[in-house]
């Protein structure tokens, strides 16, 4: 790879939540979201393992899929360890991409596994990259309810899957080749619950460097409500 990319991130606690329960890495070639489940210290300490368990990939060349199992595999182990007085079982999300490379060619390897979010800004157009593990996700492939009803569904916070000491960890992997100006997304659902698509894409179209784009975007997420904790990792493609 001829350079390294440019990225930014920033984590807020937002307005009503007692802790920060979401986790994040962003250092090459790593750059991942982990929004902690179970209460309490539960949370934190499920979010956090991840992320410590994928920083062992940062530096890492030609980072492939089983790479990334084993650290999930990992993290999985270090929950299942924990002592039982922690209370709920904890539990994480885990979303984002990696950087890599196929043939010498710079690939980004997106990683989902939960309802975090992990999207693709190409020119104007923002698309989801990532598929929610979640109830109303569920809904709208089944056509019972739209994407915008989902937005809005009382369960809208319910996740099928995520990793924790009893999940099997089937994240949803997804390979694609790195094009110029790509800009990735990463995020927490504090983001997308207070802000929709438009919104999004439109503060991270009017802001050149990642780290101002991140900020202005937590920043919006906290003063359209703020009901959640609210992370935002973003990472601009290498110059060819
Ligand atoms: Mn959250």
Known sequence: MSSQPVWGAATDIGTRRASNEDSFVAEPPVFMVADGMGG????EVASAAAVSALRRLVTAQDVREPD???RLEAARSLLQALPPTLGRSPGTTISGVVLTSRDGVPHWLMVNLGDSRTYRLQGDVLQQLSVDHSEVQELVDAGHISPAEAAHHARRHVVTRSLSAASS???DYLLLPVEPGD???VCSDGL???LDDAMIAGLLRSRPHPQDAAEALVAAAVAA???DNVTVVVVDAPQP
């Open 225 to 227: 409500g703020g009901r």
């Open 40 to 43: 309490h210290a539960a949370g």
């Open 169 to 171: 960890l089937a994240a």
């Open 192 to 194: 997308t619950g207070e």
């Open 183 to 185: 800009r990735m997304l």
């Open 68 to 70: 990334v199992q084993r």
